[in-house]
């Protein structure tokens, strides 16, 4: 494991070029993220279906982070729903593969949308709550985290703010896949 990441850094990755796309693969890739762009617009904030895998990523990344203690427990769910599609689009980064990195970017992006909803919840806390623990026992993540760090009557400023990031994110991967078109030959 050791030597691979100090191969990533021995080598010099990024003056490769970015491996070849076809133009009908390109279309329909954009295709899709312009469709969950317009679904994803339209759900006004609300549940997408890919949030059932986010809802698990996070889920696991209680349980995770939570043998390194309370806080980090707390925070992991985030952590990890957040580390997983950026770590898999650092290893694509890596690679080169232009499908594989702007899948992972645009759905951790996606995750911000969903993180957003959360945050923007931390007062009201209508939101139904999952947990993998005892259910008398669970806790509203960002009431918790907004709470200890004195911010949680700006609950709703953090999350448009995230909500908004989340939105370039997304918009911005997919304009730099659109960008690949000038280099694909018919």
């Given at each position: 494991m050791l030597?691979?990441?100090?191969?990533i850094?021995?080598e010099p990755?990024f003056d490769?070029?970015w491996?070849?796309?076809s133009r009908?693969?390109?279309v329909?890739?954009?295709?899709?993220?312009?469709a969950f762009l317009?679904?994803a617009?339209?759900a006004?904030?609300?549940y997408?279906f890919?949030?059932n895998a986010?809802l698990?990523v996070?889920?696991g990344?209680?349980n995770?982070?939570?043998?390194?203690?309370?806080?980090?427990?707390?925070?992991?769910g985030?952590?990890?729903q957040?580390?997983?599609?950026?770590?898999?689009?650092?290893?694509?980064f890596t690679e080169?593969?232009t499908?594989g990195f702007?899948f992972?970017?645009?759905?951790?992006?996606?995750?911000?949308?969903?993180?957003?909803?959360?945050m923007?919840d931390?007062?009201?806390?209508v939101?139904p709550l999952?947990t993998?623990?005892?259910p008398?026992?669970?806790?509203?993540?960002f009431?918790?985290?907004f709470?200890?760090?004195?911010?949680?009557?700006?609950?709703t400023?953090?999350?448009s703010?995230v909500r908004?990031?989340g939105?370039?994110?997304?918009?911005l991967?997919?304009?730099?896949?659109?960008?690949?078109?000038?280099?694909?030959?018919?």
């Amino acid at each position: 494991m050791l030597e691979y990441l100090q191969s990533i850094l021995d080598e010099p990755h990024f003056d490769e070029p970015w491996k070849p796309v076809s133009r009908p693969a390109l279309v329909a890739w954009l295709i899709f993220y312009v469709a969950f762009l317009a679904y994803a617009f339209s759900a006004h904030g609300g549940y997408l279906f890919i949030d059932n895998a986010n809802l698990i990523v996070h889920e696991g990344g209680h349980n995770l982070f939570g043998w390194f203690g309370p806080t980090l427990g707390l925070w992991g769910g985030t952590l990890l729903q957040w580390l997983v599609p950026f770590l898999l689009a650092a290893y694509f980064f890596t690679e080169r593969q232009t499908t594989g990195f702007v899948f992972c970017l645009f759905f951790f992006f996606e995750n911000w949308l969903y993180t957003a909803t959360y945050m923007a919840d931390a007062r009201a806390q209508v939101l139904p709550l999952v947990t993998t623990g005892d259910p008398d026992f669970v806790e509203h993540d960002f009431h918790a985290i907004f709470s200890s760090l004195g911010v949680l009557d700006h609950d709703t400023q953090i999350a448009s703010v995230v909500r908004v990031l989340g939105w370039l994110g997304m918009i911005l991967t997919t304009a730099w896949l659109a960008s690949k078109a000038r280099n694909v030959k018919a």
